[in-house]
């Protein structure tokens, strides 16, 4: 419950910035590359405060660093929504990525190690769930934001939003403790890069850069197409987002069962080859827009669900000796390069319409981590042990 609480504000946080960005571009007389350079400075610092969180929790505990994740990028959220200028607010964002990346790091070794062998998939997919529940609560908040206040400053209302999260930190250190499975380690990162695990560090990394990459390339962009190629009115356009909310949502839970019936590689290749193919069908071959709210679920249905087995699988690919650094590593190693996915989109849309920049880096992507998990081990029913 906590766990799941906490990746639900993180998503919450998230989609924040993805509303706030058409008003921001106006706001500061921004071009889309130095927009989505926004978002890839944010999922770039995740990389290192993934990296970070994960180490620190297999020497401090996954309860301690969970709490100090969530409490930093609420924070610089909200400091987000003062910025003055285009430098403060890249600084803001920035250091809130740190935290951005160390929640889920610490957040999915937590739940992993407390799920039995054979339900773990589904546990996480639940987990995973929750993080539509935060973008459901964000676009929201758009709406009611947006129209109320006025693009700006309507932005900066949604930012000062981000400080709720903070306040599930008094449920997590009341109800989390953690999981008789964790031992305290030392500084584990190196151990990643053994000569005997270290092709799975990379393979796992690839995966997550794949699957990351294609997802931020389409949900960063998501809105900004609905409004300029589609001509959908912003606030309407959060009308459309619901009907992408509800198959993301479904996506993770069923694919989480998935996970633990067809396992873990299978699901993966799976979900990526049909997002490949779902993505430019949504974008381009869905002509009328009552025909967005079909394909919509499609979408997010299967772009959503592919990240449910990142939980379980990089778990279970590690032992408890370097699992915090490992999965902090792979993960947000993965969503850091996945942060540049948003700024070519940018510097793609000046040449061509936003959904062809779209597709392009979001088909490259999902053949990527179908490449990916091929060099990787099957690990369904795998017990973790201390």
């Not at 309407?236 to 069962?257: D, E, H, V, W």
């Given at each position: 419950m906590a766990t799941a609480l906490g990746w639900g504000l993180d998503g919450f946080d998230f989609y924040l910035y993805v509303y706030a960005l058409p008003a921001i571009l106006t706001t500061f007389a921004l071009s889309k590359a130095a927009g989505g350079l926004l978002a890839t400075y944010t999922l770039a610092a995740s990389a290192i405060g993934g990296i970070a969180a994960g180490t620190i929790a297999d020497r401090m505990g996954r309860r301690t660093m969970l709490m100090l994740s969530i409490a930093w990028y609420a924070f610089f959220t909200m400091l987000s929504g003062l910025a003055q200028n285009y430098t403060q607010l890249a600084l803001f964002r920035g250091l809130e990525g740190l935290g951005f990346g160390g929640e889920w790091a610490v957040g999915s070794v937590l739940i992993s190690e407390w799920a039995g062998a054979s339900t773990r998939g589904r546990t996480l997919g639940f987990m995973q769930g929750a993080w539509a529940v935060g973008w459901l609560a964000a676009n929201l908040a758009f709406q009611i934001v947006m129209a109320s206040a006025g693009p700006d400053p309507g932005w900066r209302y949604l930012f000062f939003l981000g400080i709720l999260p903070a306040f599930s930190i008094l449920y997590i250190r009341r109800n989390v403790s953690d999981p008789p499975t964790f031992a305290r380690q030392g500084f584990t990162l190196p151990r990643i890069f053994a000569p005997a695990i270290v092709r799975t560090t990379i393979a796992a990394s690839l995966l997550a850069i794949g699957v990351q990459t294609g997802y931020y390339a389409l949900f960063t962009w998501m809105p900004a197409y609905l409004t300029s190629q589609?001509?959908?009115?912003?606030?309407?356009?959060?009308?459309?987002?619901?009907?992408?909310?509800?198959?993301?949502?479904?996506?993770?839970?069923?694919?989480?069962?998935?996970?633990?019936v067809l396992g873990r590689r299978r699901t993966f290749v799976l979900f990526s080859i049909c997002s490949a193919i779902v993505v430019p069908l949504y974008l381009y071959l869905v002509a009328a827009d009552w025909q967005l709210l079909v394909a919509g679920p499609v979408l997010g249905f299967f772009a959503s669900g592919t990240f449910s087995g990142f939980g379980p699988y990089l778990s279970e690919l590690f032992p408890s000796t370097m699992r915090g650094a490992a999965q902090g590593f792979c993960y947000n190693v993965g969503r850091g390069i996945a942060g540049f996915g948003p700024f070519i989109v940018g510097a793609l849309a000046a040449r061509y319409p936003i959904g062809t920049a779209m597709t392009a880096v979001a088909i490259f992507a999902y053949m990527l981590a179908v490449l990916a998990v091929l060099f990787l081990p099957e690990t369904r029913g795998k017990e973790l042990t201390v």
């Open positions: 589609r001509h959908i009115p912003p606030v309407t356009s959060g009308n459309y987002l619901y009907f992408l909310i509800a198959g993301s949502f479904a996506g993770y839970i069923s694919a989480g069962y998935i996970n633990d």
